[in-house]
């Protein structure tokens, strides 16, 4: 393969690096007024063009760079949704900091560059590239929670945030580097030769300390605790790009390396996934039960969410894999979708509003903004006809398949908890009398990117079921 | 495709959904948007019940068991299959006769939010009839699971005081119920390695996972029946939800329970279902007396009938769960039965409810004297819910219980109280509102049923006499297919307790040769 061959298949990455690089020069020197809406345009077509480049080489060029870097159905898959919800993070943005005039043009940036750690993430075939692509996502987001740098609660957030990513960070790379010592070899190729011979104890801390560092990224119980503050303070647009796209490249990573690097361990760390995915669900039920803000509630709602996605990793199948990245994919879109309702809450003065409380009586105010947050919380509590239905289908179907009972039984019992709060929620929407009617939701780009979401998990999103199964089928295939 | 020759399954189904977009985004503000709302709606509720006429028309009796089918793979996991048999269409039927009766009793009642309000009417008939023609278990699954939605909605938003408990608890018990159905199901389709409810309701399942399975979907649908212990959530949504809301509930919600059983529980799990019978027996038994005694001392009309329907379908389940003709037919018929009965019951209750704003009781009496024609149609439908000869009530329970006494006699004998018990709170009830002094002012001035209140009585009461006096013209659609699943459970049926004496000569004879042996066998022991 020649040189050119390989950094075809890097396409993204390359882009996304070049690019994130002039943008931030550009938004440091241009003098232009309008220079933020410009560099966010800018970085949204890069994202295309990173997306359409997946259609050559960097889609399935298979392994490059000696082992490091895998592209494949898979990391296409993730990279897709990535690179979507990171260019509906950026548009979102622009009229929730414009209030404040805080609309600079490091957001943009700041997004490029985590979507590169991101595709670093779930392009990885080495734990050390796995790990600088978790840097380099880690990095951004340390930087975007903090980004409204006068509001003490976005300055919080980020540094809970740092803090508490730093510990894992530090948690995972001691795991790494017992697994590099017990098996001589980063590559997971060479981890798994490794553990298919027989496992040693220094393998299985190895194990578990990256399982732990990779379950704080994914915010899953009992790594969970800094999910809520930090969604709490973030700004909302920040909020919506951490609950999406770093929960897929997660994810995704997290899948990559139990399959590739710890596949013949299995046994070993399916009890551990089934733990995290049952305590996820159980403490996402409950805790959110208590939340009056949004979007604590919707941190608590997610990590709910990962531990059902967490149900297909723990079958340990590749059905299973196939329903944790269709569940992911149906999840970033129902999320996407929830905060951006969330978006549109803002007082007459056009502040923004958290309260759950302020949202009763939005069916009389905003009926079209009332459906649409309710299809979402249905969705989210997977009622059927909606799409978030589909997705709990599939990881329960997975889990039945591989004969995990136990687990499938008490998942889904803890889904009626989980709907609790969601039908809260639309409680308040539709049952309780008028509270202060919100500023109108006057943006055209949101209330499209709101329409076509809520389109998406509407029942008519089941005609996409067939597509869906067809591209995590093969995504997951990928893997075995 | 089928004898119409256009997919009239699917049209049924869509057709009100499309009515209720339509209700959505009709243009216009206020009084105008509303009425608007109700004439699409009652239009489309009309022309999906001449749509259910013209299915029961051509339904072809002693034809395929399942007609009118349609089959597209669309969803790649699951496919959209329609078809009915007979059984479904009968429940069909009584959904999209009930439908209209529901937006005309809905006219004026409802004030507020008028197009959201028909549009979740609208949604919800869609979904029933969803239920009833889905020939794969998971579009049959999202059907019955969607159907909470609406209903939520209808009870949370147009619903009395205590409303909010009460979609609550409407929708988490029945979600609970479910979600360990969804389990089983996928157990299923993957032992079986199909979703189609024909096929699934002829594969045997291994008899050890039969009784988890029966169990899952047990949990299931004993809620939305609903059996006793699990019946708390009907009181509360009865009362709360809105008359139609009520009528819908109780009308053919509760209908899909037993739908389940003989869709589902009985073909699929036979032998579970013979092995765990003495569970149904025994919740239908307590259910029968203990909610009648419960009805009896209630103050509140709604919570009244509900108690009264969840003994009723005690009936339902001791008939299903009989595992003979008699029991199943019957069963059947006592949902029919119900489904209208307590409906009107309800719109009687509204009726009265709009004019003095309260369901006490109490604060009525002496009703006969100054509307009459109410007083006659609510004894007409009292008498339909005791089981008088002549009302759609007798021919099921009656039929219901004969198949419980040929299963078990004592089953029957405890239920048979229920009928005793049903006389007694109905008549109670009857008399409190309807007999007595007229002497409360404000029930003076109650004016009698209006044309718009007899539209919605007049044909209920129609059918629930035609069903009383010729039951054939419900039993003969169904008949085969209670054929199919009596052939199809009659290997597992358990042994029943029931005595059957030859004839009279053959007895004779009998006592002869065993005298004979019986004296033989004492002579050699001596």
Known sequence: MTIWESLLTVAPELILTLGATDLLLVGAFSKKPDVSRRVSIYAVL????????????????????????????????SKVLIYASAAIAILMAPRFFDRRSEMRPEYPVLILFAALGMGFMVSSGDLMLLYIGLEINSLAAYVLASFMRQDTRSAEAGLKYFVLGALASGILLYGISLLYGFTGTTSYTGIATAFADDMSTGELFGLVFVLAGLAFKISAVPFHMWTPDVYEGAPTPVT????????????????????????????????????????????????????????????????????????????????????TMSYMAIYVVMTLGSFLCVLQMRDADGRPVEDIESLAGLSKSQPGLAAAFAIFMFSLAGIPPLLGFWGKFLVFDAAVAAGLFPLAVIGIALSVVGAYYYLRIIKTIYFDDAAEPYAPANSVMENGLIAVTAAAVSPLGYLLVPFLALTAGNAAAALF | MNQLGFPILTV??????????????????????????????????????????????SYEIGGPQWQFVEYYPIFGRFAWAMGIDGIALMLIMLSVF???????????SIQSRVPEYMAAFLLMESLMIGVFTAQDIFLFYIFFEAGLIPMYLIIGIWGGAERIYASYKFFLYTLL??????????????????????????????????????????????????MWPVHTWLPDAHVQAPTAGSVILAGVLLKMGGYGFIRFSLPMFPEASAELVWIVFGLSMVAVVYTSLVALVQKDMKKLIAYSSVAHMAFVTIGLFAFNRQGIEGAMIVMLSHGLVSGALF?????????????????????????????????????????????????????????????????????????????????????????GELEKEDVKAMPDLSVRELATLGPIAAVVLWMGVYPESFLAPIRDDVGTLLARIEPANPPGDAQLAMGAGMLLEAEHGDGHGGDHGGEGTH
């Open chain 1, 240 to 323: 919506a790009f951490f609950a999406s796209a770093p929960k897929i490249a997660a994810i995704a990573l997290a899948v990559r390396v139990m399959f590739e690097a710890l596949g013949p361990a299995t046994d070993a760390w399916q009890q551990i996934v089934i733990f995290v995915a049952l305590g996820s669900i159980a403490l996402g039920a409950v805790a959110a039960i208590g939340q009056s803000n949004i979007k604590r509630l919707l941190a608590y709602s997610s990590i709910n969410n990962i531990g059902f996605a967490l149900i297909g990793l723990a079958a340990g199948t590749q059905a299973g894999v196939a329903a």
């Open chain 2, 347 to 435: 719109l009687c209750v509204g009726v009265i409810y709009d004019r003095l704003h309260t369901r006490e009781i109490e604060r009525y009496g002496g009703l006969s004297d100054n509307m009459p024609k109410y007083a006659i149609l609510f004894m007409l439908f009292t008498m339909a819910s005791i089981g008088l000869p002549g009302t759609s009530g007798f021919v099921g329970e009656f039929l219901a219980l004969v198949g419980a006494y040929e299963a078990n006699s004592w089953v029957a004998v405890v239920c048979t109280t229920g009928i005793i018990l049903g006389a007694a709170y109905m008549l109670y009830l009857y008399w409190r509102i309807c007999y």
């Open chain 2, 12 to 57: 049924m189904v869509l057709l009100p959904l499309a009515g209720a977009l339509l209700c959505l985004i009709w243009p216009g503000q206020g009084e105008g948007k509303a009425g608007m709302a109700r004439v699409i709606a009652l239009g489309t509720t009309l022309v999906t019940f001449a749509l259910g006429i013209l299915l029961w028309i």
């Open chain 1, 46 to 77: 890069m994202l295309i063009a990173c997306g359409l480049s997946l259609l050559g080489p960097a889609g399935n060029g298979g392994t490059v760079f000696g082992g490091l870097y895998v592209a494949d159905a898979f990391s296409t898959f």
């Open chain 2, 98 to 108: 009930l439908m209209p009766i529901c937006i005309i009793a809905s006219w004026q």
């Open chain 2, 177 to 226: 119920g479910s979600v360990l159905m969804l389990i089983a199901m996928l157990w299923m389709v993957q032992e079986a390695g199909t979703s189609s409810i024909p096929e699934l309701m002829t594969y045997d399942f291994p008899g050890g996972a039969q009784n988890w399975l029966w169990l899952a979907f047990f949990a299931s649908f004993a809620v939305k029946m609903p």
